[in-house]
């Protein structure tokens, strides 16, 4: 089995900064990709940032140059540096991951959710 276990949440007053972490752990053979998602209430889940195991990152245009992903390819770890945070920031943030796993016959694809972590930014 593969899990996602998402940490770094938290409450931060505007301006502030929040780095959130998410490891993927199990029997995995590679990554394809790792990503971030934010869902407010009502609304759909919507791409913060995006990365692949090569290292290219994309960003949504309300995040471009306030936020920094990076991934650690050795620890199977995707990290989101979340600077000059507002306050429309706010929302649940899903940890995504594209990869492939190990089963008998060889290998398995396979796309995960994380739990959830919650980031709240006051004014």
């Known amino acids: 089995q593969v899990h996602l276990v998402e940490s770094g949440g938290g409450l931060v007053q505007a301006g502030g900064s929040l780095r959130l972490s998410c490891a993927a752990s199990?029997?995995?053979?590679?990554?394809?990709?790792m990503g971030w998602y934010s869902q407010t209430q009502g609304k759909q889940r919507e791409l913060v940032a995006s990365?692949?195991?090569?290292?290219?990152?994309n960003y949504s245009d309300s995040v471009m140059g306030r936020f920094v992903i990076s991934m650690d390819n050795d620890k199977n770890t995707v990290y989101l540096q979340m600077n000059s945070l507002k306050p429309e920031d706010t929302g649940a943030y899903y940890c995504n991951a594209d990869l492939y796993y190990s089963v008998v016959s060889g290998s398995r694809y396979l796309e995960l959710w994380g739990q959830g972590t919650l980031v709240t930014v006051s004014s």
């Open positions: 990365i692949t195991s090569g290292a290219s990152a």
């Open positions: 199990g029997r995995i053979v590679s990554i394809n990709h």
